[in-house]
């Protein structure tokens, strides 16, 4: 896998249902780690759009307004915005943030989709056996209904899909279902559909499956659902909350298209939206989905990759005018634990979650949260949040090996030298000197190969061996001795010191930008222009420096970072 090499690259992390808060698990599956990506591509000079917005639609927002008294415009509208707000505060940064109930753009780019797939036969109307509650006179679509799965036995799963397994799940492999309505047991009754047979399409999936850029376990279970066959998935709703489908025919009446089909459409009627937000004609979005010139990857979490892997990548085919995005990046699911407790599932609804509305409003470092989940990113394997980890880490690394190592060569060049980086004689220069150089040149090779990779973990796990390896230097150096006998050889490595903060600056931009700037204001450098490969140049002698500041205080009071709500 490797980074765009194309004129642009458009990036879009998973829609969140705008139905509650965001939690650590949300940041770490998709979140943050578009964001990363998306300042690395900038910083290597490639035009990259940064898209997202709510998925303001179906059953999710439905349950949410019944319960808090809202209706389901309202309640989408209240919690993007109070989502957006999280994103913020974590320095996540999108273009856009929109919202599927909001624009028009959303409304007419998903009602032309459909019609699109329709007027070319792709559509099978069909009547189909649909959960029904009979007490409410109503149909009960996906989480209207749990029940067990047939496949894996996991009880209290929604009716679309088991967060378990993976399977689709519908009236046959729903078992014992109840309506969430009622609490009742559901029945089951005929309602007119249009279906999209996938199956029509397993070539196209198969094909973009072997050239994409996926993580190994998202290819292999991409795999193993072609391996059993697709099948016919509807694409129609009972539901009053949701895009109409834009179809004359009778049966069409009090239906809406499927959450998961006007969804993904989102990516592009977000991009339609930031186009005009820029001024830029109607037409100009077809840069960014219709050209060669683009790349398109999507950021989601385990949950979300059957719909991202397989059925839309079919319907983009059956549509037919829209690129098929060139990678789909997939995280796998963050559990929790707290002290004294049981690792578990991070859950919402029993409040096992560190909120990120709560851990802002904490005033605590939003980079040591940016830190901590890259850290630990469940990239390859599902991986634990522990609160006093976080605070360890924060401590020991953050605050003893990377802040320390910048406050005190800069405080040392300052106290001894004054505020500018000391000029040496090359002749000073020793083996130490020259490998710490060659050290430095290494790890950006390799920190590029990570990012370009979407191996972000391993770049930030690299930063940090050389920021221990700057620290050994450092000691070995001794300037703290040398300064007594031999002040330009104490020059010597206070310089290198600095280059390798300036290192630094540049490096940690993607993963923790208030650390970065901070660095960049301490060492006096315009980041406005700012390009990848700036991070090489050494800051010629003379160079002015401020007073820096502290990057990190370490975290005496457990109870300072937020744990569950």
């Known amino acids: 896998m490797s980074a765009s090499q194309t004129k642009r690259t458009l990036v879009t992390a998973a829609l969140p249902y705008s139905n509650g808060r965001l939690h650590v ?17 900038r910083l290597k000079g490639v035009e990259t759009r940064f ?31 109070k989502q957006k707000a999280s994103f913020d505060g974590l320095n ?128 292999n279970y991409v795999s193993g659902l072609l391996s059993t066959g697709l099948v016919k998935r509807a694409m129609t709703r009972d539901l009053t909350w949701g895009i109409p ?18 969804a993904p459409i989102g990516y592009i009627s977000n991009t339609k939206e930031l186009c005009e937000m820029r001024g830029e004609s109607e037409e100009k979005y077809a840069d960014w989905w219709k050209s060669d010139d683009c790349d398109v990857f999507h950021f989601i979490g385990e949950d979300n990759t059957i719909f991202h892997c397989v059925i839309w990548i079919a319907m983009l085919s059956a549509e037919g005018s829209f690129k098929l995005p060139k990678g789909v990046i997939v995280n796998q699911f963050l559990n929790i634990q707290f002290p004294g407790q049981d690792q578990e599932k991070i859950s919402k609804s029993r409040g096992t979650a560190v909120w990120i509305e709560d851990y802002i409003a904490s005033g605590a470092n939003s980079d040591v949260l940016r830190f901590y989940l890259t850290s630990i990113a469940p990239e390859r394997a599902r991986t634990v949040y522990k609160p006093e980890d976080l605070v360890q880490r924060n401590n020991s690394e953050l605050a003893n090996v990377l802040g320390n190592f ?29 490998a710490f150089e060659k050290r430095l040149l290494e790890t950006h090779e390799k920190l590029t190969q990570h990012l370009e990779g979407f191996a972000f973990k391993q770049g930030l796990e690299t930063i ?63 980041t406005a222009n700012q390009r990848w490969d700036d991070a090489l140049k050494a800051l010629p002698a003379g160079s002015p420096l401020a007073v820096p500041e502290i990057l990190f205080s370490k975290i005496e009071d457990k109870e300072e970072v937020p744990t569950s709500a």
């Not at 698990?25 to 591509?41: C, N, S, T």
């Open 25 to 41: 698990g949300h940041i770490a599956g998709a979140f943050l780690p578009a964001d990363i990506y998306v300042r690395f591509l």
């Open 51 to 81: 898209v997202c917005g709510s998925d303001d639609h179906g059953v999710a927002i439905m349950l949410t307004a019944e319960k808090e008294g809202r209706t389901p415009k309202e309640t989408a509208l209240y919690y993007s915005q």
């Open 92 to 219: 996540i940064k999108f273009d856009v943030y929109g919202g599927t109930s909001r624009t028009a753009n959303h409304y007419k780019t998903s009602q032309d989709f459909f019609t699109r797939v329709y007027e070319k036969g792709y559509f099978e109307k069909q009547s189909t056996r649909q959960f029904f509650d009979a007490s409410k006179d109503m149909f009960l679509p996906d989480r209207y209904v749990t029940g067990t799965c047939a496949y894996c036995k996991t009880p209290d799963q929604n009716g679309d899909q088991c967060e378990n397994c993976g399977k689709m799940l519908d009236v046959d492999s729903l078992l014992d279902a109840r309506s969430v309505m009622s609490k009742t047991p559901a029945t089951v009754k005929e309602s007119a559909h249009w279906f999209l047979d996938l199956s029509r399409f397993e070539k196209e999936v198969a094909t973009w499956l072997e050239s994409s850029t996926l993580r190994e376990h998202t290819r």
């Open 245 to 262: 489908v834009p179809l004359q025919d009778p049966d069409a009446k009090g239906k809406v298209l499927y959450v998961w089909f006007d």
């Open 406 to 434: 910048v406050h005190r060569i800069v405080s040392f060049t300052h106290k001894y030298f004054g505020p500018q980086v000391p000029e040496f004689p090359a002749a000073k220069v020793n083996d130490t000197d020259r």
């Open 464 to 526: 940090m061996e050389f920021c221990r390896d700057a620290n050994k230097y450092v000691d070995e150096k001794a300037p703290w001795t040398t300064r007594k006998t031999d002040m330009e050889l104490t020059a010597v490595s206070l310089a290198y010191g600095l280059r390798a903060i300036r290192y630094l600056s540049v490096a940690l931009a993607p993963y923790m930008p208030d650390t970065a700037a901070k660095i960049s204001k301490t060492l006096c450098i315009d």
